[in-house]
């Protein structure tokens, strides 16, 4: 048997998947009916929605005879998604004995006796594998060129119902997350970083002078300089990065595996980008007026004694940024 190997963009598309705030979920109507849906199409026997975790894959649905034992959830590593995500092509499995990868796999080998698979990546809208809708067979059988086209069809229906909750926890402004979706992930990651005994940090990002942008050349203008922002938010931190806006000018940002003294550097080099890029107003009617966004702010590394949830290491990155402003 062969192990998924991990998709190159493992750690983004991971926080992706939490920003969805999807896991562990109950089942919902949506994605129950996309895997009825899939096995009556392919009248196949079993047709599951599934999201994959870093350890896990995790069954948002599942449509199955009776006698099907959904487990809810199995490893990873012994998951035929797990090497759908991997790739961009649907994948297509005719016979699990015929293919070395699966041939002695615990899913073939024992219940529910795996004969074929296929299976399409469905993504976060940012080109993040977070998960599949596959069918599963107890037969070998044919694919065809028209059964992949409607696989696909199908995968970008869930699509559709993914990015409708993933709307929910972004800003619609900025294109980031919002404060909301930030919590959500937020405490997520943070976990994860505890467990595997990485750092942390966290930088709280406030606006100079922002009410004199809106006063001045108007509140378009105002959300244009937030947008800008935001952008430059995710070219000078990382894509494993979490950026949000918390509401106004406010912004976060969460560095896993990123103690505090390079989360200083890269919100130096934040803050001279900016010093760097004058924006030019574009108030109509206005004189061309050009000006330049700076920011206070307060960098803090997460420390999981005096730190218990993402609200506490917010109350100090906040203390830290109101601090600055003051100076």
């Known amino acids: 048997m062969k192990a998924p190997d991990l998709p190159a963009n493992e750690e983004a598309r991971l926080l992706a998947l939490r920003q969805l705030d999807i896991l562990d979920t109950p089942a919902e109507e949506r994605f129950d009916r996309l895997a009825r849906m899939a096995r009556r199409l392919f009248d196949a026997p079993i047709a599951l929605v599934t999201l994959i975790d870093r350890d896990r894959q995790w069954f948002k649905a599942a449509s199955a005879p009776d006698e099907y034992e959904n487990p809810g959830q199995v490893p990873r590593e012994i998951t035929f998604c797990g090497h759908t995500i991997a790739q961009e092509k649907v994948l297509v499995i005719p016979d699990t004995l015929a293919d070395g ?154 560095l896993t595996n990123t103690d505090i003294t390079r989360a200083n550097e890269l919100t130096g080099r934040l803050s001279a980008a900016l010093q760097a890029s004058a924006l030019q107003a574009t108030t109509e009617g206005a004189e061309a007026a050009s000006y330049h966004l700076s920011f206070c702010h307060g960098v803090v590394e997460y420390d999981a004694q005096r730190h218990a949830s993402i609200e506490h290491l917010l109350e100090d990155g906040d203390r830290l940024m109101y601090q600055d402003k003051k100076r």
Do not use: W
Not at 171 to 176: A, H, M
């Open 101 to 254: 990868r699966f041939a002695d796999n615990p899913m073939v080998a024992g219940p529910p006796n795996i004969r074929f698979y296929a299976g399409c990546s469905v993504t976060d809208g940012h080109n993040h594998n977070v998960g599949t809708i596959c069918i599963l067979d107890r037969t070998p059988r044919d694919f065809s060129a028209e059964d992949m086209a409607l696989l696909r069809d199908l995968g970008a229906m869930v699509e559709r119902e993914l990015l409708a909750i993933h709307m929910a926890t972004i800003d619609d402004l900025t294109g980031i997350a919002n404060r909301r979706g930030f919590m959500t992930m937020a405490q997520h990651a943070l976990q994860l970083c505890q467990r595997q005994k990485v750092p942390a940090s966290l930088a709280f990002l406030d606006l100079n002078k922002f009410k004199q942008i809106n006063d001045r050349f108007g509140h378009a203008e105002g959300d244009q300089a937030l947008r800008f922002f935001a952008a430059q938010l995710r070219e000078h931190y990382r894509e494993s990065d979490l950026c949000a806006r918390l509401g106004g000018d406010e912004f976060v940002v969460l």
